[in-house]
């Protein structure tokens, strides 16, 4: 199967000649373009990206990268992931799958698909997520997906995960983040 990058980080590291100020970053996924719509650095540093006239109160669709410094290893890349899956649980996530894979380099790196089931807003959330190393340390990349219908959200979830899974999981193996030294640190 072809696998190709679809996160495009842009702007990374340049700086508003103007301001000295470094760009947000910008990413586009599946097709759709995201910016960031917040950082946060409470335990380790978190940007979460969103579309339109979202934010990250009120979105559909949101893209979660983490940086994790504190993993270097494989070793390290396994405890990573299965303290990411128990943070999951603790907080009411079903695990749909959780596996080991190989991207098309060669790379080993860990993937999940979690739902939280919402009835009072009769949705679910969807995360397809990725833990893997980078050269200097481990990231964490989440997909997320809110999928909603007054009459049936569960059907609606059902189909969502059958049709969608697939593609949303390919395109989550080819995410690479560049260096995420380079991305603003300022929280808001």
Same mark, same amino acid.
């Given at each position: ?32 373009? %995201? ?12 940007? @979460?990206?969103? #579309? ?7 979105? #559909?669709?949101?893209? #979660? ?17 299965? *303290?990411?899956?128990?943070? /999951? ?19 080993? %790196?860990? /993937?999940?698909?979690?739902?939280? @089931? ?5 949705? /679910? ?17 989440? %997909? *997320? ?7 049936? %959200? ?35």
């Amino acid at each position: 199967m072809n696998r190709i990058a679809v996160l495009v980080p842009v702007f990374l590291g340049l700086v508003n000649l103007a301001t000295s100020q470094p760009v947000a970053p910008t990413v586009t996924f599946l097709g759709r373009a %995201y910016r960031l719509g917040s950082f946060n650095q409470k335990v380790n540093a978190t940007w @979460e990206f969103v #579309t339109g006239s979202e934010t990250v109160n009120n979105w #559909t669709t949101l893209i #979660t990268i983490i940086d994790r410094t504190d993993a270097h290893s494989r070793e390290e890349l396994d405890r990573l992931a299965e *303290g990411v899956m128990s943070n /999951y649980k603790s907080h009411g996530g079903q695990i749909l799958s959780a596996k080991t894979m190989r991207d098309k380099s060669g790379a080993v %790196y860990n /993937y999940m698909v979690v739902a939280f @089931e919402e009835p009072a807003k009769r949705r /679910y959330e969807i995360n397809f997520v990725k833990v893997a190393l980078a050269p200097k340390n481990a990231y964490v990349v989440v %997909y *997320g997906a809110r999928i909603s219908d007054p009459s049936d %959200y569960v059907r609606k979830a059902k189909t969502f995960i059958t049709q969608q899974s697939g593609p949303i999981g390919d395109a989550v193996e080819g995410v690479v983040p560049p260096d995420l030294i380079t991305w603003p640190r300022k929280a808001f």
